[in-house]
C-alpha cells in the first residue's frame, strides 16, 4: 500500500517497524526497504521479499550522530567523515558491536552505516526509536527504485507500507567506505563524490570488487533494467532492432524512444535522472537501450560504474 508520507502516516510506518514489518521509505539517494535492524526476523523478510542472498549485508540507517557508537567501533576518520557528510549520501563500514544481529552483516565482523539526508527517513527512523536495515527497495539485481511507483511496481503489497516522498534528489545509491582498511576503501562510488571524501581525510583507495563480500563476481551484472543495455561512446542505433536512448545531454536520430539525462550537462542533475528514465525506456518494448557514456568525473563515476553494471561486462 502507497501512502503519502505525512506525518501522521510516518507514525503509522513506525508502528509497522516496530511490530517487526517492512516499511519502504524515501531517501535522498533511492528508496530503501526497512525493517527494524535489532529485529533478526523483521531484517530475514528484507531477504525474503528482495529475494536476495544471504551472503549480502545490508546498511543500517540511523537518525542521530550517538546512534554511531551504539552500533560500531568509530575511528578518528569516520567521526571526520559523519562531522564532514552526515546525515548525507555516505555508508561507513566500521567493525561492529554486539548488539547489531549477524544476519544484517552476512556474518562479517563489520557494519555498514548511514545517516540519510532525507526528512521522511529521519523522521521514521527516529519514531521507530530504533535503527532501521534497509537495502535498496528493489528486487535483487534489478534497477533500484527512485519513486514510490518503482517500490509497488517491483515489490508490489509485499511490503506492509510505501511511504510515497516524491522523487529522490540524488537517485544513485550512496558512497561506501571502508574504514577498516588502512587507506580506507571505497567499496561502492556513489552519490558523494571521491573527491570531496579526500578533501576531508586524504587519500582513499578504489576498489572494484568488494572483498569484505566472500562472492566474487557475483555483482558483475547488478542495477539492470530488463532490457539489455550497451553503452556507447558516440551512439547510433542498430540496425532491425528497436533502440532506445539514455542520452547525456542532446538526443540523436534514429532511436524510437529518447531519454536526456540532463541537458545543461550536469552530472549531478544526471545521476538524479538515471534510474527514473532507465525505468521509464524499460517499459518501452525496447530490443536495446544504448547508454550514452558521460564523462567519469564527479558524479560521472558513479553513473558510468551503474551503466557498466547493467550491461553486464
Ligand atoms: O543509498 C543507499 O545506500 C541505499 C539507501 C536505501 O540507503 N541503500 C542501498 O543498500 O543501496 P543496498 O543493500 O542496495 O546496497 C548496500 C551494499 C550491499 O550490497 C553491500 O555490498 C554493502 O552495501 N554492504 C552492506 N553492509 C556491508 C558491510 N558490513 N561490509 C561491506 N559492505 C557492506
Ligand atoms: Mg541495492
Redesign the pocket.
Known amino acids: 500500500m502507497i501512502l503519502k508520507a505525512t506525518e501522521e502516516n510516518i507514525k503509522k510506518a513506525a508502528e509497522v517497524i516496530r511490530k517487526g514489518g517492512l516499511v519502504a521509505f524515501p531517501t535522498e539517494t533511492v528508496y530503501g526497504l526497512g525493517a527494524d535492524a535489532l529485529n533478526k526476523e523483521a531484517v530475514a523478510k528484507i531477504f525474503e521479499v528482495k529475494q536476495r542472498p544471504l551472503i549480502d549485508p545490508v546498511i543500517v540507517h540511523i537518525s542521530k550522530f550517538e546512534d554511531l557508537e551504539k552500533l560500531a567501533y568509530p575511528t578518528e576518520l569516520a567521526y571526520k567523515l559523519a562531522k564532514a557528510f552526515w546525515p548525507g549520501p555516505l555508508t561507513m563500514v566500521l567493525p561492529k558491536k554486539e548488539v547489531v544481529p549477524s544476519i544484517v552483516t552476512a556474518g562479517l565482523d563489520f557494519v555498514a552505516i548511514r545517516m540519510p539526508a532525507h526528512p521522511v527517513a529521519l523522521k521514521l527512523i527516529e519514531e521507530s526509536k530504533t535503527f532501521i536495515a534497509a537495502?535498496?527497495a528493489?528486487l535483487f539485481s534489478k534497477l533500484?527504485p527512485t519513486r514510490a511507483e518503482h517500490v509497488y511496481e517491483q515489490l508490489g503489497d509485499k511490503v506492509d507500507i510505501i511511504l510515497d516522498g516524491g522523487k529522490c534528489d540524488v537517485g544513485v545509491?550512496s558512497t561506501i567506505i571502508d574504514l577498516t582498511t588502512e587507506p580506507p576503501t571505497i567499496l561502492r562510488l556513489g552519490g558523494l563524490d571521491v573527491e570531496a571524501i579526500e578533501k576531508v581525510i586524504g587519500e582513499v583507495k578504489i576498489t572494484k570488487e568488494n572483498k569484505k563480500i566472500k562472492a566474487p563476481g557475483m555483482l558483475k551484472k547488478h542495477?539492470s533494467p530488463t532490457t539489455p543495455l550497451k553503452i556507447m561512446k558516440e551512439p547510433k542505433p542498430i540496425p532491425n532492432l528497436r533502440c532506445g536512448l539514455l542520452a547525456f545531454k542532446e538526443p540523436r536520430e534514429g532511436f524510437e524512444v529518447v531519454e536526456i539525462l540532463s541537458r545543461k550537462g550536469d552530472l549531478r542533475e544526471a545521476a538524479a535522472n538515471l534510474y527514473d528514465s532507465l525505468h521509464r525506456l524499460d517499459k518501452q518494448n525496447l530490443d536495446i537501450i544504448i547508454a550514452e557514456a558521460v564523462p567519469e568525473v564527479g558524479l560521472g563515476r558513479a553513473i558510468m560504474d551503474r551503466l557498466r553494471k547493467a550491461q553486464g561486462l
Do not use: H, I, K
Open positions: 537495502p535498496s528493489n533500484s545509491e542495477y
